[in-house]
């Protein structure tokens, strides 16, 4: 699936379980996230599912709460963003 497909929640999604450095077996609390992204309200939990249907992210049951971390795939995707926005700029 190309980068651009994307919704523009998807891809701050996609950022911001990159940056609060939940990869792998690292993962971040569904709290955390949202409260990461304030003006995601409206469709975040319909876009987290979509995330994890496309194999982007991964949920986990810990402790009773949700968490999320980036898949190999959903890492690749997000450099694929993130090239696409240097070549905008160039």
């Known amino acids: 699936m190309p980068s651009d497909t994307l919704s523009v929640l998807g891809k701050k999604i996609l950022l911001a379980v990159w ?20 003006d995601s309200s409206d469709g975040f939990s319909q876009e987290l599912q979509t995330l994890q249907d496309l194999g982007f992210i991964v949920k986990r049951n810990t402790n009773e709460r949700n968490e999320f971390a980036l898949t190999p795939l959903g890492l690749a995707i997000l450099r ?10 160039g």
């Open 80 to 89: 694929q963003i993130e090239e696409d926005k240097l070549q905008e700029l």
């Open 19 to 38: 940056k609060l450095n939940a990869v792998g077996i690292r993962s971040v609390a569904e709290g955390a996230l949202r409260a990461d992204l304030p």
